[in-house]
């Protein structure tokens, strides 16, 4: 007979634990054994949800439904109470105003508002010159592609081959119409981290916007952000262990002056009229409780991802691994490597069981072609083709690391 369900939360997995009224601890410690299910190892494509969070979402839809546009009762006014909190909890973790945060459904959303919101004031201006990278996610080349075909001039300026811009390029491409520079802040395939304040301090030459793509930074590297010289920043909820289909465009002031974005929808004046309908207060709140557990836990999130790290590098050693990206430079969560003489393609389907790894951008992976940052970064076709990208998080379990290498080991041809 059934006496109580709970849960039981283990790092990145939950399981549900069925207690007997008579079963012995014994029994009770096999019932909660987690399954045989494989590590999950990537975490830049999408992150576990906290447990924090899924409480704060699920308070949100259970009992506190409101909407936060509705200004004549209480469950209304209370709903925008907590869009507001959120709000100023996004805006602490990058030095901005709560006023200056948009939200959207994602970094994607924040991108091509950011990009595309721009090109009317580009227009105006006679500014149609925009610089960018060649690593950045498609979720910036595509909307950068799309205004190509308007009439915008794009440069796209290639990394080093440490999978980082640098600083000089990037000045060098700024021109005197040039309207916006994009730069990703920590790229999402390798792991690399962009020397954001040094391009920041590159642009002193212009006036030109400078937006940022935080969707792996944000939460993560904590001061790379607040430099106020970026004035627009793409935020996603569910790279920090929120919720999916919520983010953020921070829009910061330029003195008095907002950026002279122009909405891509109509239907309302939500957002400042930048992002029409209703808000989704309890993925928004699921956002806001995410961004304040990132501030707060930093050091011990670190800690946990430092220590898997430790690990990974050294069951790799023996298989002369070749890193892509300058470890100097990249996260402490993440991994790109390529072992001498095994298909990343094999890899994958070898190491199914045992770990839940990619060989690149979630966004592409269903049509897989070579990466586009690691070819931008001069690498070998071989080094490309057998590229695996391993991403883990603070909520990730032990990961029987030397299994995982000598799997490897075993392909090498």
Known sequence: MVERSAQAVDHSRTVQVVTLATASDDDLAETARLSDEPVYLDCNATTPLDPEVRAEVLHY????????????????????????????????????????????????????????GLAAHGDDQARRHIVSTRIEHKAILEPLDHLARQGFEITLVAPTGGGWVDPDAIRAAVRSDTLVVSVMAANNETGVIQPITEIAGALDITDAYFHVDAAQAFGKVPKLLRDHRIDLISVSGHKIYGPKGVGALVARRRGYQRPPLRSLMHGGGQERGLRPGTLPVPLIAGLGTAAQLASADHQ??????????LDAVQAFDALAPHFNGEQSRTMAHTLNLSIPGVDSEAAMVALKDLVAISNGSACTSQNYEPSHVLTAMGLSDDIVKGALRLSWCHLTPDVRWGDVASCLAALRN
């Open 61 to 116: 839809l259970d009992e506190e439904y409101g909407n936060a546009g509705s200004r004549t009762h209480l469950f209304g006014q209370r709903a925008k109470v907590r869009v507001n909190e959120a709000r100023a909890q996004v805006a602490a973790v990058l030095d901005a105003q709560p006023d200056e945060v948009v939200f959207t459904s994602g970094a994607t959303e924040s991108n091509n508002l950011a990009l595309l």
């Open 300 to 309: 011990a999130r670190s800690e946990r991802v430092d220590a898997i790290r």
